[in-house]
């Protein structure tokens, strides 16, 4: 018996499996897919080998991917390791790998018992922040701002500006950075 076979062998029991799992009988699968009740039957028996037209659909009324049902070996390691960055008191995690252009960063601001004093900085690019959680304050130029979850802001790194919580919880955010003055294009559909 070659690997093809072994695989082939073991696309059965997964059917019928699933097919229990979700409480399903042969006859509300049938009606679902449009493959007879006997030739489910067989195919989770062994009796007949599945085909790519017969799994389709057995793969969409499952909610599972092809994969999943053949028992394909997972490719790689789909995990990111990202290294995170300490810096003024935030962790940034880099989420682009490349030099030069735009950086993206899920940036973290830790809770304080006390919230603390904005130290406006200044350095050269453009940034775009989305608050993910918490409420973040921005400080840009003579502006002081409060950002709830769900609001963006852009703003020329060369005006003094500083990023905290605005009320002491911790606060999640994501950044795009474009250290050569790049901005983020936002276009309406």
Known sequence: ?????????????????????????????SASTGISESTLSRLE????????????????????????????PRTGDPRIHLRPIHRHGMTFLPLTRR???VQAFKMLIPGRDEPAEPTPQTHGGYEWVYVLNGRLRLVVGDRDLVLPPGEAAEFDTALPHWLGSADGH?????????PQGERAHIRPR
């Open 1 to 29: 018996m070659d690997e093809t076979d072994e695989v082939l062998d073991a696309v059965g029991p997964r059917l019928r499996a699933l097919r229990k799992h979700r409480g399903l009988t042969l006859a509300e699968l």
């Open 99 to 101: 030099a030069g252009g």
């Open 45 to 72: 028996s062994g009796g007949r080998r599945p085909t790519l037209e017969l799994l389709l659909p057995l793969a969409r009324v499952h909610g599972v991917p092809l994969d999943d049902l053949v028992g394909a």
């Open 170 to 178: 911790a606060v999640e955010t994501l950044v795009l950075f474009g």
